[in-house]
C-alpha cells in the first residue's frame, strides 16, 4: 500500500472493520498487512455494537487464524469499540515506521474478553521494530496491546508513554486496564524510550499471565498510574536494563485492594535490574493493608544494579515485598531513603524468603513505617552488606512481638557488613532481629543513638555477631525487656567483637533484658564481646550489660564502668547461664549492681582476666542473703586473673563479695592491693561445692571485712591463697555466720608464698582460714602476728582435717583465740606447723575454757611444730599451750629455747590423746607449766616424747595442784595418760623438773629416757617417779652423760613402773636418789622387772623404804657399774635390789659393793626367787640387813607386804629361791644380817670363785656367810680365805644349809665361828661336805653346839642316810672345836656316814597320751616296755608321724632313730622298734618322743628307765670281702649315684661286731647294717674307699673303687628375673650385681656371658635396658637363655638459678642464666607457670618469684626459684609537659600512674613551657655556670618575664640578629697566652641534659678554662678537673702561694645605652685565694676600673638577681 489507511469509517451497525476475515473449515492461510507506505490512521468503527466473536469491533479482525501487520507506517488515531487489530490467533506487528499512539478501543467490554485499543490476539503477539512511539493509546475497558497467550514487544525507538487502559470492577482483580497484557508471557524489550505517564487499572502498565519480562529500556519508567498492581506477572516480573529511574509511579488511589506497583504472583518473583536512575517517589496505596512497589507473592524480589536510590516510595508494604519468596537489593548507587510503609510491613523490602541488600552507595535512612513494620524483613535469610554509608533515622513501629516488627529482621538469619557508615537513631520494635543468626560486622561508624521497644541487635533461635564496628555502640535505648545486642531462645549466642570504640551510655528498660544480652528464655545462648577498643561503660540495664545463657564471653575492652543493673535479678554485668569469659580489660570499677545481680556470671564457669587496671568501687546490691558475688558461677567455676590493678573499695551485701561459685573459684595475677572490700559473707571468693585458689596477688590483702567469711569460702572444695606480695593484714569478719574467717573451706585451704606479713585479721573461728578439711600456709615472707579469733576455733587457722603451716620468715607472735579451741592453729585432723625463721611467742586462747587446747597448733589426729629458727615461749592454753594433738602431737627442730609456756590443765608444751614427741631443741626447754594433769612440757594419752635437746630440760612443773588422786596428774616435763613416753637425746641436763608423779616423765605405760648430756637432777614428784612414773607398763633412762642424782619421789625416786625398767649406760654416778621410807625404790620401783646396767660411775646414797636403789616385782638387776655400789639404804627390804616375785642380780661391777643397808631383809639384794650377784671387780663389803641391836630369831616384822619374812636376813642377798655369788674380784667381809650375813635362800645357795677372802661376815642368828633354808648351800673357788665369818646367836658359821658344801676353799677355812652347831658348815636336812685340795681347815669353832667345822643333821624325818665328807687333799683340819670336844675334831653326825642312791621311777607297762591336732583327730600313742610299740587308733590323712628313740650309755645320749634304729609297720598303724644292734656296756632305754610334723613340733615325750647290757665277740673272723670294683651311672638330677656298698661279712656269732669305712666314717653295728655302712650318694668318677670290720679287739680291711658315670643329658637352665638398679650417685651408670642363672642338671653347670665373657655378669651397666646372654657349659650338650639389665636413672638434675634482683621497667628485658646439670645427658630447663625464658626475657611488674624447672630424659625433675622485682620510679608531671618533677617520686610495678612519667628533668613542674635546666655560659666556651641556672623551653628561650632580656644577655639594645652560639661547646685556640681584649661573645643557655656527667665551667669568666680545655703549664686548673699543670710535659714545681695578682680577665659588661658601637672592656679583676691557711673558701670580691662602673655592678647584680629568681 503506497499510501496510507486512513479516516476508514465503519458505521454503526455495520458488520466488521476495515478487513475482516472468517476463516472457517481448516483454511488457516491467515491475514497479512505489509508494505504500507503511508500510515494506518484516523480510521473509526462508530458502532457499538457487541457479537460474540466482536465482528466488526476492530478494525482488522481475523477469525481461526493469525495475523501479521509489518512495514506500516504510523498506526495512530484509530477508533474502534474492539481496537485496531483482533486475531483469534496470533499476531504479529513489526516494522511500524512511525508510532503507534493516540490508538482508542472506545468500548469496556467485548462478549469474550475486554478490548484492546492496538492489538489482541486470543494467542500469542508479537510488536517489534517500532520506529517511533507507543503512546497516548487509550482502552476505555481494556488493554493497549493484549495477547491470549505469549506477547512480545521489541525495539521500539520511543517512548511507551501516556496509554490509559481502562477496565470495570465486575471484572476480576488484575485481568484488565493493562497497556500491555499477555494472558501468557510478557517480553518487552529493547525500548529506546521511556515508559512514563501511562495510566491502567489492574496492571495498569503490564500484564503477563506468566511472566512479564521488560528489559532493555531506554528510559525509565516514571509517572504511571494505576488503579491496582503497575505491572503484573503470573510468574514473574523481570525490569532489566531500565535505562532512567522507575519514578513517581503510583497505584492503588481509590481502590479498597491492592497488590501493589510491580507484582508477580508466581515463583518467578519480580527482578528489577540494571536501572540507570533511581527508584524513587513511587506510591502504592490502597485502603486495605496490602500492596508494595515491587511484590512478589511466591516468589522474591530482586533490585539489582540501581543508577540511583531507593528512595521516597511509599507502599503499605513498603517498596518490596515477597510473601513467600526471596528479596535482593544490589548495587544501589545511591541511597535507600525516605521509603514508607503504613501496614505490618517492611518500608523498604519484605521477603517471605530470604533477602539480600548489597553494595548500595549511599547510607539506609529515613525510611519509615508508620504501623508496626521496619524497613528490612525477611522470612528466610537476610544479608545487608556494602552500604556506603550508614543506616540512620529509620523509623519503624515502637512494637515487637515478631521479626516483622524490626526495623531490619529475618525470621531466619540477618546478615548486615560493610557498612561505610553508622547505624543510628534509628527508631523500632528491634532494630536489627533474626529469629536465627544475625550478623552485623564491618560497620565503620558507631551503633549508637538507637531507640527500640525491644532490642537493637538481635535474634531469637540463632546467635547475633556484631563485629568489626568502626565506632561505638552507644546511647542506644531498648525500653522493654529487651537488649541492645540480644537473643532470645539463643541456641548459638551472640558475638561482638572489633568495636573500636566504647560500649557506652546504653540504656535497657523493663524488669530483664540487657545490653548484649542471649537467650531471654534460658535454653541457650552465649554472648561475646570481643576487641572494644573503648570503655564498656555507663550502661543500665536490667539483668545484664553482656548476658548469655550458655556463656559469655568479654575479651579486650576498655574500661567497664559506672554500670548500673536495675533488676532484682538474677543477672549481671557480664551474665552467662552457663560459663563466662572476660579478658583483657581496662579497670573495672564503680558498677552498681541491684538485687541478686552480680558483675560476671556463668553457671557453669565464670573466667575473667588481663584487667588492665583494678577492680574497684563496685556495688553489688542491697544486705541479701540469697545473691551471690560480683563474679558468679551457680553451676561451676569462676576465674578471675591478671588484674593489673588493685581489687578494691568493692561493697556487696552478698555470700561471695567478689567471686561466688558452685565449683571453683581462681583469682589470680592481681596488679595492686585487694583491700577495703565488704560483703556479707565471703568477700572475695565463695565456692558451693568446689575450690577457691587465689594466687599471685601483686599487693596486699588488707582491710577486708564481711558478716561471714571475710575473704574466701569454699563450701565444698579447698580455698588456696598464694604468691601474695604484701601483707595480709586487717581483715575483719564478724560473728553472723558459725565459722567465719578470712578463708573457709569444707575441703582444704591452701596459703603460700606470702611475700609481706600475715597480721591484725579477726575472724569468729579461725582469722585466717577455717576448713573442714585441710588448711596449709606455706612460705610467708614476714611475721603472723596480732591475729585474733573471736570465738575461739583458732586465731589464724582452723582444719576440719589436716592443717599446715610452714615456711615463715618472720615471728609469728600475739595471735589470740577468745574461746574454746586452739590458739594459733586449730586442726580437726593432722595439725603442722614448720620452718619458722623467728620466735614463737604469746600465742594461746582463752584459758578459761577447758577446751582451748593448743596455745599455737591443735590437731585433733596428729599435731606437728617442726623446724622453728628461733624460740617457742610464753603461750598460754588450757591444754597443750604450744601444741595438742589427739592422735600424736610433734614438736621439733627449734633452734632456740622452749620456755614460759603455761598450759592450765595439761600439757605446758604439748598435749596429745595419743602419741607425742618434741625433738630436736636447740636451746633448752625451760619453765613450763602444766597446773592440773600434768605434762609441765608434755602430756599425752599415748607415747610421749621428748628428745634431742640442746640445753637443759630444767624447771618444768607438771601438776602439783592437790587434786583428786584419781585424775593422775603429773609429768613435769612429759606426761603420757594412757601409753608411753619418752625423752631422748638431751644436750644439757634434766633438772629442777616438778610434778605430783613423774618429776619428768609420766608415762600411761612406758617411759623412756635417753641421750642426756647432762645430769639428771634435783627432780621431784610429790607421789611417784621423780624422774620417770610409768604407770601400766615399763620405764627405760638409758645413755646419760652425766649423773643422776637428787631425784626424789614418794614411790620410786627416778622411776616407777608397774612394768619393767631399765636404767643404763649412765656416764656419770648415781647417787641420792630417794623415795619414800615406808616405799619402794630409791632409784627405781618395777611392777615387773628392773635394771639399772652400764653405769660409770658410782650407785650410791640412794634411799627408799623397799628397794634402796631398784625394786622390781620380777626381775631385777644391776650390772656394768663403772665404781661403786655403796651407801644405798632401804627402810625395809632390799638395799639395793628388790624383786618382789621373781630374781634379782648384780654383776659386771668394777668397784666395790659396799655400805648398802636393807632395815629388814637383803642389805644388797632381795629375790622372791634366784638372787645373784657375780663379776664384782672389787670387793662386797659392809652390807647390813636387819636391825643391828635386835638379835631374837623367833621375831619377825610386820612391814607391807613382807610381813612373813624372816627378820634381818641375807646382809647381801635375800632369795626364795637360789641365791649365788660368783667372780668376785676382791673379799666379800663384813656384811652382816639376821640370818645369812652375805646370803640368805630358800633353796640352793652358791658362792663361787672369789679372788679375795670371804671373812668377818656375820649373822646375828644362822649362817655368818649363808643362809639355806631348804637345799644345797655352797661355797667354791674361793682364792683366799674363808676366816672369821660368824653366826652369832645360832648355827652355821659360814653355812646354813639342807646339805651344806665348800669346794676348792682355797688358803684356808679359818676362825670361822657359830655360836650353836656347825662352826663352818651346818646340814640341817643333808649332807656336808668339804672338798677342796691343799686346804687347811684350822680354828673354826661351834661355840655352844657340835661340829666344830661342820655338823649333819637327820633333819625332820630322822633319815640316817645324810652324811659327810671332808676332802683336803695335801692340806689338813686342825684346831677346830665344838661344845663337846676340845680335841680338833673334823665332822660330826646324828648317824653313820652313807651312801646315797638315786633311785628313779618306773613307768607303768602301757602309758597312753592323749593329743589333739589343729583340724584332726585325737591321736593316741602307746609304747610297750621293754620294745616300745605305737599305736596309732585314729589317723588324720596329711599328718606324718615321726618317732625318735633315745638310748643312753654311761648317763650321755648314745643312738637315735632314725639314724640308728629301724622302725616296722604293723598292721594296723603300729610301729615297732626292730634290730636294734648294740655295742657291747650298759644301757638304759631313755626315752620316746612322737613329733607330727604337720603340727611343727613335739606333740608327746615320755622317759623310760628300762636298764639293759650287751655282751659280745673278740674277734670277727672268718671274714669276705666285697667285690673291688662297683660301676654305677648317675642318678637323674643328681651328679652322682646312691651306690650300695656290702660291707665285709664277718662271722655270724659276733652280734658284738662294728662295720665302719672311710668315706662316710658311718658306723653301724651287726643288726644296723642295712645296705652297709659305705652305701652312700657317690660323685661322678672314681672313689676309693676302705671297708673296715672289729669286733673285741680285731679289725679288718677291705679296699672297694667306687665309678659313677653321667650319661644324662644337660636338661634346662633358666636365667635370673630382670634386674633393676638405679645409677650411682654423680654417674649415668651403676654397678649391678647380676645373679647366675639356675641350671637343670645333674652335675654343676658353668657359665660364660656376653657382657665381660666370664661366669658372674655383675659389672658397671649403662641407663637403659642391656640384654645379658649366658651360655652354660658342662660335659654334655649346653643350653643359652638371657634376661635384661634396666638401669634407671632416678638422680634428680641440679639446677641453679640467680639470685634475687631488682631491675627497671624500662629495663625489664633482662639476660639471665638458669643452668642445670645431670649425671647423665644434657637436661631441658622450662619456665613453671609463667613463659620467661631460661635465658631471660620481658618480666612482669612488681615482685615475681620465678620458678625452672629442670628435666632430665628420665622424667626426674628438679626446681629452683628467685624472686624478681620489676619497678620503676615515676615521678609527678604536674603540668602535663611529659617531664616530671625530681623532687616528687613513686615507685610503681610497670603500672605507669596518670599523670606522672618516667622523666625527671622538669625544673618547673607548674609550667608546661618551662621544664629543661640551662646554665648561663658567660665565657662562650660552651660550657656553663652552675652558679646560673635557667628554667626554660628546649629552645633555651627565657620567658618574658625574666627580669633580664635578652638584649640584656646580648649586650646590644635592640639588636636581636648577634646569633647566640650552641649548646655545644666552643672550640677553644691552641695553647696561647691569655688575650687581654679578644671579643667575647655574649652569654649564652648550656643545655644542663648535654653536660657530660655534670662537669661545669669553673670559672665562667674565662673562655679557656672549662671541662674540654687542655691543660697548660700555667698553674691554672684548666680542664676543671680539680687538678693543676698535671700534662705530662709539665715540670715538677713547688706548690704556689696564692698572690692576690691583677689579671685582666674579660668579662662581659653591658654598656650604657647611648654607646653605638659597644666594646668588651676589659676589666681587671683581682684573682681571689683559692684557700685560705684554715681551708675555708675565700670570698670573691671584683673591683671595677672602668668608666661605667655603676652600671656595670648594677647590670650584674640584676642579671645574677634575676636568674637566681627564674631558678626558684
Same mark, same amino acid.
Given at each position: ?162 496509554? @490509559? ?125 496490602? &500492596? ?226 542471649? &537467650? ?60 563466662? *569469659? ?221 592443717? *599446715? ?33 623467728? /620466735? ?25 611444730? %617442726? ?119 638431751? &644436750? ?90 615406808? %616405799? ?108 643391828? /641391836? ?69 649373822? @646375828? ?379 637343670? /642338671? ?80 644434657? *637436661? ?126 646580648? &649586650? ?90 691583677? *689579671? ?65
Amino acid at each position: 500500500i503506497r499510501g496510507s489507511i486512513t479516516r476508514n469509517t465503519i458505521m454503526e451497525g455495520s458488520f466488521g472493520g476495515i478487513v475482516y476475515a472468517a476463516h472457517e473449515g481448516g483454511n488457516e492461510r491467515g491475514f497479512v498487512l505489509e508494505n504500507v507506505e503511508g500510515d494506518l490512521s484516523a480510521n473509526i468503527i462508530a458502532s457499538e455494537q457487541t457479537y460474540d466473536i466482536a465482528r466488526g469491533a476492530s478494525l482488522f479482525y481475523i477469525h481461526g487464524t493469525g495475523m501479521v501487520v509489518r512495514n506500516v507506517g504510523n498506526i495512530q488515531d484509530n477508533i474502534a469499540p474492539g481496537g485496531v487489530f483482533v486475531a483469534s490467533e496470533s499476531i504479529t506487528l513489526s516494522n511500524i515506521k512511525g508510532n503507534i499512539t493516540r490508538n482508542v478501543a472506545s468500548s469496556s467490554q467485548l462478549s469474550f474478553s475486554s478490548p484492546a485499543a492496538v492489538a489482541y490476539s486470543q494467542q500469542w503477539m508479537v510488536v517489534e521494530n517500532v520506529a517511533g512511539e507507543v503512546t497516548d493509546n487509550i482502552a476505555a475497558g481494556g488493554s493497549i496491546f493484549r495477547s491470549g497467550e505469549d506477547f512480545v514487544m521489541r525495539d521500539v525507538a520511543g517512548d511507551i508513554s501516556r496509554n @490509559t487502559a481502562g477496565g470495570e470492577e465486575q471484572f476480576e482483580c488484575c485481568s484488565s486496564g493493562s497497556v500491555l497484557r499477555a494472558d501468557g508471557g510478557l517480553v518487552v524489550e529493547r525500548v529506546d524510550g521511556e515508559f512514563a505517564s501511562n495510566v491502567g487499572e489492574w496492571a495498569g502498565l503490564a500484564y503477563g499471565q506468566e511472566y512479564v519480562t521488560m528489559r532493555d529500556i531506554g528510559g525509565g519508567i516514571r509517572e504511571n498510574e494505576a488503579t491496582g498492581t503497575l505491572v503484573w506477572g503470573g510468574e514473574g516480573v523481570l525490569l532489566r536494563g531500565i535505562g532512567g529511574p522507575i519514578r513517581a509511579n503510583q497505584v492503588g488511589e481509590g481502590l479498597s485492594s491492592t497488590y501493589g506497583m510491580f507484582y508477580a504472583w508466581g515463583e518467578g518473583g519480580v527482578v528489577v535490574e540494571n536501572v540507570d536512575g533511581a527508584i524513587e517517589e513511587n506510591y502504592a496505596m490502597s485502603d486495605l493493608p496490602n &500492596g508494595a512497589v515491587f511484590y512478589g507473592a511466591l516468589g522474591g524480589v530482586v533490585l539489582r544494579n540501581i543508577g540511583g536510590s531507593l528512595r521516597s516510595n511509599w507502599a503499605p508494604f513498603g517498596l518490596m515485598y515477597s510473601f513467600e519468596g526471596d528479596f535482593v537489593i544490589e548495587d544501589v548507587r545511591g541511597s535507600i531513603r525516605d521509603n514508607h510503609a503504613t501496614e505490618h510491613a517492611s518500608s523498604v523490602a519484605y521477603g517471605g524468603g530470604s533477602g539480600v541488600v548489597n553494595r548500595i552507595a549511599g547510607p539506609i535512612r529515613d525510611n519509615a513505617n508508620v504501623g508496626t513494620g521496619g524497613v528490612l524483613f525477611a522470612r528466610g535469610d537476610l544479608v545487608v552488606q556494602n552500604i556506603d554509608g550508614g543506616i540512620y533515622r529509620n523509623v519503624g513501629g515502637l512494637f515487637f512481638a515478631d521479626p516483622e516488627d524490626a526495623l531490619i529482621g529475618s525470621e531466619a538469619s540477618l546478615t548486615l557488613r560493610n557498612v561505610s557508615g553508622s547505624i543510628v537513631h534509628n527508631t523500632g520494635g528491634a532494630i536489627l532481629y533474626a529469629d536465627d543468626f544475625a550478623v552485623v560486622s564491618s560497620i565503620a561508624g558507631e551503633i549508637s543513638d538507637n531507640l527500640a521497644e525491644h532490642s537493637i541487635v538481635s535474634a531469637s533461635i540463632g546467635g547475633v555477631y556484631v563485629v568489626d564496628i568502626a565506632g561505638g555502640i552507644a546511647r542506644n535505648r531498648a525500653n522493654e525487656n529487651g537488649g541492645i545486642v540480644y537473643t532470645f531462645d539463643a541456641d548459638h549466642g551472640i558475638v561482638v567483637d572489633r568495636i573500636d570504640g566504647g560500649i557506652v551510655d546504653n540504656w535497657v528498660g523493663g524488669s530483664s533484658g540487657g545490653i548484649v544480652f542471649a &537467650g531471654a528464655n534460658n535454653e541457650g545462648g552465649a554472648a561475646q564481646v570481643s576487641n572494644v577498643n573503648g570503655d564498656l561503660s555507663r550502661n543500665v540495664a536490667p539483668e545484664g550489660i553482656v548476658y548469655g545463657t550458655i556463656g559469655v564471653r568479654v575479651v579486650n575492652v576498655g574500661e567497664v564502668a559506672y554500670n548500673t543493673l536495675t533488676s532484682d535479678g538474677p543477672g549481671g554485668v557480664f551474665y552467662g547461664a552457663y560459663e563466662a *569469659v572476660v579478658r583483657n580489660t581496662s579497670a573495672m570499677h564503680h558498677n552498681d549492681m541491684h538485687g541478686s545481680t552480680c558483675f560476671v556470671y556463668g553457671a557453669e564457669a565464670v573466667d575473667v582476666s588481663e584487667v588492665r587496671g583494678g577492680f574497684y568501687a563496685n556495688v553489688r546490691g542491697q544486705q541479701d542473703e540469697d545473691a551471690y558475688g560480683f563474679f558468679y558461677a551457680s553451676g561451676g567455676s569462676v576465674a578471675l586473673r591478671s588484674v593489673h590493678g588493685p581489687l578494691a573499695d568493692n561493697v556487696a551485701g552478698s555470700w561471695g563479695g567478689v567471686a561466688y561459685a558452685e565449683e571453683s573459684v581462681l583469682i589470680a595475677d592481681i596488679g595492686g592491693d585487694i583491700r577495703d572490700n565488704s560483703a556479707l559473707a565471703a568477700t572475695l571468693a565463695y565456692a558451693l561445692e568446689g575450690n577457691v585458689l587465689i594466687t599471685r596477688v601483686h599487693g596486699g590483702i588488707v582491710r577486708n571485712t564481711a558478716l561471714g567469711t571475710s575473704l574466701a569460702y569454699a563450701d565444698g572444695g579447698y580455698v588456696h591463697l598464694e604468691y601474695i606480695y604484701g601483707d595480709i593484714a586487717d581483715n575483719k569478719c564478724g560473728s553472723e555466720y558459725e565459722y567465719a574467717g578470712l578463708l573457709y573451706a569444707e575441703g582444704d585451704v591452701m596459703v603460700r608464698e606470702v611475700f609481706g606479713n600475715i597480721r591484725g585479721n579477726v575472724g569468729v573461728v579461725a582469722s585466717l582460714a577455717y576448713s573442714s578439711g585441710s588448711v596449709v600456709v606455706n612460705n610467708v615472707y614476714g611475721g603472723i602476728y596480732d591475729n585474733f579469733a573471736s570465738e575461739g576455733g583458732a586465731a589464724l587457722l582452723y582444719g576440719g582435717e589436716d592443717v *599446715v603451716l610452714s615456711n615463715v620468715h618472720g615471728s609469728v607472735h600475739d595471735n589470740w583465740a577468745s574461746g574454746a579451741g586452739g590458739g594459733l592453729v586449730y586442726a580437726v585432723d593432722a595439725g603442722a606447723i614448720f620452718n619458722i625463721r623467728g /620466735d614463737m611467742y604469746d600465742n594461746g586462747c582463752n584459758t578459761e575454757e577447758d577446751d582451748c587446747v593448743g596455745g599455737l597448733l591443735y590437731g585433733g589426729a596428729t599435731a606437728t611444730l %617442726q623446724r622453728v629458727n628461733g624460740s617457742i615461749w610464753g603461750h598460754h592454753a588450757a591444754s597443750g599451750a604450744v601444741v595438742y594433738g589427739d592422735v600424736s602431737a610433734v614438736v621439733a627442730d627449734v633452734a632456740g629455747d622452749i620456755r614460759d609456756n603455761t598450759a592450765y590443765v595439761g600439757g605446758g608444751v604439748l598435749y596429745s590423746d595419743n602419741y607425742g614427741r618434741i625433738q630436736r631443741v636447740g636451746g633448752s626447754v625451760l619453765r613450763n607449766r602444766a597446773e592440773r594433769f600434768g605434762g609441765g612440757v608434755a602430756l599425752c594419752r599415748g607415747d610421749c616424747a621428748l628428745e634431742n635437746v640442746a640445753g637443759h630440760v630444767s624447771y618444768n612443773v607438771g601438776g602439783l595442784l592437790e587434786i583428786e588422786p584419781a585424775l593422775q596428774d603429773g609429768g613435769g616435763v612429759i606426761r603420757s595418760i594412757a601409753a608411753s613416753v619418752e625423752i631422748n637425746n638431751v &644436750g644439757g641436763s634434766i633438772a629442777f623438773n616438778r610434778a605430783r608423779s613423774g618429776g619428768v616423765a609420766y608415762g600411761d605405760e612406758a617411759v623412756a629416757i635417753r641421750n642426756v648430756a647432762g645430769d639428771i637432777r634435783e627432780n621431784y614428784a610429790s607421789y611417784a617417779g621423780g624422774v620417770g612414773y610409768a604407770r601400766s607398763a615399763g620405764a627405760v633412762i638409758e645413755f646419760v652423760k652425766g649423773d643422776l642424782s637428787h631425784n626424789v619421789a614418794y614411790h620410786g625416786g627416778v622411776l616407777y613402773a608397774s612394768d619393767t625398767i631399765r636404767i643404763q649406760h649412765i656416764s656419770g654416778s648415781v647417787f641420792e636418789n630417794e623415795a619414800g621410807t615406808d %616405799q619402794c625404790g630409791g632409784v627405781a620401783y618395777a611392777g615387773s622387772a628392773v635394771s639399772l646396767d652400764g653405769v660409770a660411775g658410782d650407785i650410791s646414797r640412794n634411799r627408799a623404804g623397799f628397794g634402796g636403789v631398784l625394786y622390781g616385782d620380777l626381775y631385777t638387776e644391776i650390772h656394768d657399774v663403772g665404781g661403786d655400789i655403796s651407801d644405798n639404804f632401804a627402810m625395809h627390804v632390799g638395799g639395793v635390789l628388790l624383786s618382789l616375785d621373781s630374781s634379782a642380780m648384780i654383776h659386771d661391777v668394777e668397784g666395790w659393793i659396799e655400805g648398802n643397808f636393807a632395815g629388814s631383809i637383803g642389805g644388797v639384794v632381795y629375790a622372791d626367787e634366784d638372787g645373784q650377784i657375780e663379776n664384782v671387780r672389787g670387793s662386797i663389803a659392809g652390807n647390813a640387813a636387819g636391825q643391828l /641391836d635386835n638379835f631374837n630369831y623367833a621375831s619377825e616384822v610386820s612391814v607391807d607386804r613382807f610381813e612373813d619374812f624372816a627378820y634381818g636376813s641375807g646382809g647381801v642377798i635375800y632369795a626364795s629361791d637360789d641365791a649365788f655369788v660368783r667372780n668376785v674380784g676382791g673379799d666379800i667381809t663384813e656384811n652382816h644380817a639376821g640370818l645369812g650375813g652375805v646370803v640368805f635362800a630358800e633353796n640352793e645357795a652358791v658362792v663361787s670363785e672369789v679372788l679375795g677372802n670371804v671373812c668377818h661376815n656375820f649373822a @646375828t642368828i644362822d649362817g655368818g656367810v649363808m643362809f639355806v633354808e631348804d637345799d644345797v648351800g655352797i661355797v667354791e673357788g674361793v682364792k683366799g680365805y674363808i676366816c672369821s665369818n660368824t653366826a652369832l646367836t645360832g648355827r652355821g658359821g659360814v653355812i646354813y644349809a639342807s646339805s651344806a658344801i665348800i669346794r676348792e676353799a682355797g688358803i684356808g677355812i679359818c676362825s670361822n665361828e657359830a655360836f650353836l652347831d656347825g662352826g663352818v658348815l651346818f646340814a640341817h636336812d643333808g649332807s656336808a661336805i668339804i672338798h677342796s685340795d691343799s686346804t687347811k681347815i684350822t680354828l673354826n669353832q661351834a661355840r655352844q653346839g657340835l661340829g666344830g667345822v661342820a655338823f649333819v643333821s637327820a633333819g625332820p624325818n630322822n633319815d640316817t642316810s645324810h652324811q659327810g665328807s671332808i676332802d683336803v687333799g695335801t692340806g689338813y683340819v686342825s684346831g677346830n672345836r665344838d661344845s663337846e670336844d676340845t680335841d680338833p675334831r673334823s665332822l660330826k653326825a646324828d648317824q653313820q656316814q652313807i651312801t646315797l642312791d638315786f633311785v628313779a621311777s618306773d613307768l607303768p607297762e602301757d602309758v597312753a597320751v592323749e593329743v589333739t591336732f589343729d583340724g584332726g583327730d585325737a591321736v593316741a600313742n602307746e609304747f610297750i616296755a621293754p620294745a616300745p610299740v605305737v599305736n596309732v587308733t585314729s589317723f588324720t590323712q596329711g599328718i606324718q608321724l615321726d618317732f625318735v628313740i633315745a638310748v643312753e650309755r654311761d648317763g650321755l645320749p648314745a643312738y637315735y632313730y632314725p639314724h640308728d634304729v629301724d622302725v616296722e609297720i604293723l598292721p594296723f598303724g603300729s610301729y615297732r622298734f626292730n634290730n636294734i644292734t648294740l655295742p657291747e656296756g650298759d644301757y638304759r632305754l631313755a626315752f620316746l618322743v612322737v613329733e607330727g610334723c604337720g603340727n611343727g613340733g613335739v606333740i608327746a615325750s615320755s622317759n623310760y628307765t628300762e636298764e639293759f647290757s650287751v655282751s659280745g665277740c673278740e674277734d670277727p673272723h672268718p671274714i669276705v670281702c666285697p667285690s673291688e670294683i662297683i660301676h654305677a651311672s648317675s642318678d637323674a638330677f643328681t651328679c652322682g649315684a646312691y651306690v650300695v656298698v656290702d660291707d665285709i661279712q664277718a662271722s655270724p656269732d659276733c652280734d658284738n661286731v662294728e662295720f665302719t669305712n672311710d668315706y662316710n666314717s658311718v658306723t653301724v653295728g651287726f643288726n644296723e647294717r642295712g645296705d652297709g655302712s659305705a652305701s652312700d650318694v657317690y660323685p661322678v668318677g672314681a672313689t676309693d674307699v676302705l671297708l673296715t670290720v672289729s669286733a673285741g679287739s680285731a679289725s679288718y680291711d677291705c679296699p672297694v673303687r667306687v665309678i659313677v658315670e653321667d650319661e644324662r643329658e644337660f636338661t634346662s637352665m633358666t636365667c635370673p628375673f630382670p634386674v633393676q638398679a638405679d645409677t650411682d650417685a654423680g654417674v649415668c651408670t651403676a654397678q649391678v650385681t647380676v645373679p647366675l642363672p639356675t641350671a637343670i /642338671d645333674n652335675c654343676p653347670v658353668r657359665f660364660e656371658n656376653n657382657i665381660n665373657a666370664v661366669e658372674d655378669a655383675s659389672d658397671v651397666y649403662p641407663v637403659g635396658t642391656t640384654r645379658v646372654t649366658f651360655e652354660g657349659i658342662n660335659d654334655g650338650p649346653g643350653s643359652e637363655c638371657s634376661t635384661t639389665v634396666v638401669v634407671t636413672d632416678r638422680e634428680a638434675p641440679v639446677i641453679t638459678c640467680p639470685a634475687d634482683f631488682a631491675t627497671t621497667c624500662e629495663e625489664r628485658d633482662v639476660f639471665f642464666q638458669v643452668s642445670a646439670e645431670d649425671n647423665c645427658v644434657a *637436661v631441658a630447663v622450662s619456665p613453671v607457670l609463667h613463659d620467661v625464658s631460661p635465658l631471660g626475657g620481658v618480666l612482669d611488674g612488681g615482685v615475681n618469684r620465678l620458678t625452672y624447672e629442670a628435666e632430665d630424659a628420665a622424667g626426674n625433675t628438679a626446681q629452683c626459684s628467685f624472686v624478681t622485682t620489676v619497678e620503676s620510679t615515676y615521678y609527678r608531671d604536674a603540668d602535663g609537659d611529659g617531664f616530671g618533677d625530681p623532687d616528687q617520686s613513686a615507685v610503681w610495678p610497670c603500672n605507669q600512674p596518670e599523670g606522672w612519667v618516667l622523666d625527671n628533668t622538669d625544673c618547673n613542674d607548674f609550667n608546661a613551657e618551662a621544664w629543661k635546666l640551662w646554665f648561663i655560659d658567660f665565657d662562650g666556651d660552651g660550657f656553663g655556670n652552675p652558679a646560673f641556672p635557667v628554667c626554660s623551653d628546649s629552645n633555651g628561650t627565657l620567658p618574658d618575664s625574666f627580669p633580664l632580656s635578652k638584649r640584656d644577655i646580648r &649586650g646590644v639594645p635592640g639588636n636581636d640578629t648577634t646569633p647566640v652560639p650552641s649548646a655545644s661547646p666552643v672550640p677553644d685556640a691552641s695553647p696561647a697566652p691569655m688575650p687581654t681584649a679578644t671579643p667575647v661573645p655574649g652569654p649564652q643557655l648550656i643545655a644542663g641534659d648535654e653536660l657530660d656527667n655534670g662537669s661545669f665551667d669553673c670559672d665562667d669568666s674565662n673562655p679557656f678554662v672549662h671541662p674540654a680545655a687542655p691543660e697548660l703549664c700555667d698553674g691554672i686548673d684548666n680542664n676543671c678537673d680539680g687538678q693543676v699543670d698535671e700534662a705530662d710535659n709539665c715540670p715538677q714545681s713547688p706548690p704556689i702561694v696564692p698572690v692576690p695578682v691583677d *689579671v685582666p680577665v674579660p668579662v662581659p659588661v653591658p654598656v650604657p645605652n647611648p654607646v653605638p658601637n659597644p666594646v668588651p672592656v676589659p676589666v681587671p679583676v683581682p684573682v681571689p685565694y683559692v684557700v685560705e691557711e684554715s681551708g675555708a673558701q675565700a670570698p670573691i670580691v671584683f673591683s671595677v676600673s672602668a668608666s661605667g662602673a655603676s652600671a656595670l655592678s648594677c647590670s650584674f647584680l640584676l642579671l645574677w638577681l634575676g636568674l637566681m629568681m627564674h631558678a626558684q
